[in-house]
């Protein structure tokens, strides 16, 4: 079938797009089924207080098995899951911004 140059490139990008999300769905499918190392086995939820003083979720630490100190970890707070509140007194917490600052980078002068 012959297409007008116009409407060939319209209708191209669509067929490649639905291709595309075919095959990527169908290989995301199989790999899932067969590879599950990507899943956590736990999780620690970290919250804050809103100012009403509910609990609000801030994100999660996810623990894998694959990990030697975090499936250690697992294993410990598995046995008894109040470990927990020990874990704060030896906590640290650190923020880093995404941007980068002056100071930030190589020296390319």
Request: hydrophobic letters at 35%.
């Amino acid at each position: 079938m012959h297409w007008p140059p116009a409407m060939a490139w319209q209708i191209l990008p669509l067929s490649l797009e639905i291709i595309m999300a075919f095959t990527s769905s169908a290989a995301q499918s199989n790999s899932q089924q067969s590879n599950d190392n990507w899943k956590a086995q736990g999780f620690l939820n970290l919250y804050l207080p809103d100012r009403q003083g509910k609990r609000v979720k801030l994100g999660a630490i996810p623990l894998k098995q694959g990990r030697s100190n975090e499936k250690k970890l697992l294993e410990w707070l598995n046995e008894d899951p109040s470990r927990v509140t020990s874990l704060l007194s030896k906590l640290e917490i650190e923020y880093r911004s995404a941007t980068q600052g002056e100071g930030s980078g190589f020296d390319l002068s």
